[in-house]
């Protein structure tokens, strides 16, 4: 795993976890445990063909 890279994972309690390789993830991304998180996945090409 490279220097400063992205892991999400499952941990022990069955929660997503977010970590950086030799970093500062709630830094990183200005977060605090309890913090919710919305992600939104990117449209790919064929859905931005459609809504145009």
Do not use: C, H, W
């Given at each position: 795993?490279?220097?400063?890279e992205?892991?999400?994972?499952?941990?022990s309690?069955r929660?997503?976890s977010?970590?950086?390789?030799?970093?500062?993830?709630a830094?990183?991304f200005?977060?605090?445990v309890?913090?919710?998180?919305?992600?939104?996945a990117?449209?790919a090409?064929?859905?931005?063909?459609?809504?145009r």
């Amino acid at each position: 795993m490279a220097s400063e890279e992205l892991l999400v994972y499952e941990d022990s309690y069955r929660k997503v976890s977010f970590a950086i390789n030799q970093g500062d993830a709630a830094r990183t991304f200005q977060i605090d445990v309890g913090d919710r998180l919305m992600f939104k996945a990117p449209q790919a090409e064929a859905d931005d063909e459609r809504a145009r």
